[in-house]
């Protein structure tokens, strides 16, 4: 099925660690993203990559880091900088061309 | 920075009844769309409406778009209990397409309808 996978859907982290959310993408599609959403919150855009080996920050990226090596990968790292790191993140892409955003189900982050 | 806010946070309704909710954002936009978001799950995208569109329809939805207001609005005819869900609007801003397209989001109004 096409889609955009995210893993794991659960995960804890001790604090001092860092952990690494996949997203995987089967649409073909140019462009990814990662969303913080908090409790009762909308969402914030952390990093955005438009093309292979490239990304750029977005409105919350301290903390974060990001790769793009493939198309269809957007791997997020949630560094032990990133002060209050407990939160659902989501994954996004779509086509350059397009408007419409397509989202994973997402995955929930708790340090404990 | 969140671009849109949606008004109210929170709605009840009884199913049977229209729902309507609201957004304003602050900068000129290209298109604003409405998401859907199930409780703990990933968004949908339900509608888009472009800046030089003032009205839009998809089945049971209707949008409405002010541009001088920087407003939008969302109406859900006779709501059923699966409407019951988080909706965001979001904002792609003008002169951001390409490489530097990404889109805002609001915090949401949280839909409750009731059987």
């Known amino acids: 099925d096409g889609g955009i996978t995210q893993s794991p859907k659960y995960l804890f982290r001790k604090e001092g660690q860092n952990v690494t959310l996949s997203c995987e993408q089967n649409?073909?599609?140019?462009?990814m993203y990662w969303y913080r959403q908090d409790p009762g919150q909308g969402l914030r855009l952390i990093y955005y990559?438009?093309?292979?080996?490239?990304?750029q920050k977005g409105d919350i990226a301290e903390g974060y880091s990001v790769s793009r090596e493939k198309k269809e990968s957007f791997p997020l790292t949630v560094t032990s900088a990133q002060k209050n790191p407990t939160a659902f993140y989501l994954c996004?892409?779509?086509?350059?061309?397009?408007?419409?955003?397509?989202f994973g189900e997402g995955s929930w982050l708790t340090v404990v | 920075s969140q671009q849109g806010e949606e008004d109210p946070q929170a709605l009840s309704i009884q199913e049977g009844e229209n729902a309507t909710m609201n957004c304003s954002y602050k900068?000129?936009?290209?298109?604003l769309q409405w998401y859907r978001q199930n409780s703990g799950r990933g968004l949908v995208h339900l509608i888009l409406?472009?800046?030089?569109?003032r009205e839009k329809h998809s089945g049971r939805l209707r949008v409405t778009l002010d541009t001088s207001k920087k407003s939008s609005s969302l109406l859900i005819t006779a709501s059923r209990a699966a409407d019951t869900a988080s909706y965001f609007c979001?904002?792609?801003?003008?002169?951001?397409?390409?490489?530097?397209?990404?889109?805002?989001f609001g915090k949401g109004t949280l839909l409750t309808v009731n059987p």
């Open positions: 409406i472009r800046s030089n569109e």
């Open positions: 900068t000129s936009i290209n298109n």
């Open positions: 649409l073909n599609h140019d462009a």
């Open positions: 979001a904002t792609d801003a003008k002169g951001g397409g390409g490489s530097n397209y990404k889109l805002t």
């Open positions: 996004a892409s779509k086509w350059l061309s397009g408007n419409t955003i397509y």
């Open positions: 990559s438009q093309i292979v080996n490239d990304f």
